[in-house]
């Protein structure tokens, strides 16, 4: 079983920076891909980052590439989101997920995801 909690969000100034943290308390974390995805207020489920279970794949959203990073400890059962360069349009809650399977079959899709966590809220003030 995954159970998945994450911690980190909180209110930043435009440019920046939060790091997210997402761990399991179970035995399987290093079995899975994990994925970061967002929601703002009235939008839909985005993706955001994933990464392979073993941290040697890694994939963005264009909206935040080459600004945060996703990686992933093993060891620590936990996967993190360092954000850099926050926007205002970065604002949403941000949760982790987990997934089995062919990390390339469908990282970026929310319904290939098994596992979810509750949410963290970030907020970028301009």
């Known amino acids: 079983q995954v159970q998945l909690i994450e911690s980190g969000g909180g209110l930043v100034q435009a440019g920046g920076s939060l790091r997210l943290s997402c761990a399991d308390s179970g035995r399987t974390f290093s079995s899975y891909h994990m994925g970061w995805f967002r929601q703002a207020p009235g939008e839909e489920r985005e993706f955001v980052a994933a990464?392979?279970?073993?941290?040697?794949?890694?994939d963005y959203a264009d909206s935040v590439k080459g600004r945060f990073t996703i990686s992933k400890d093993n060891a620590k059962n936990t996967v993190y989101l360092q954000m850099n360069s926050l926007r205002p349009e970065d604002t949403a809650v941000y949760s982790c997920?987990?997934?089995?399977?062919?990390?390339?079959?469908?990282?970026?899709?929310?319904?290939?995801?098994?596992?979810w966590g509750q949410g963290t809220q970030v907020t970028v003030s301009s």
């Open positions: 990464i392979s279970w073993n941290g040697g794949s890694t």
């Open positions: 997920a987990a997934r089995m399977g062919s990390y390339n079959s469908g990282y970026y899709s929310a319904e290939r995801y098994d596992y």
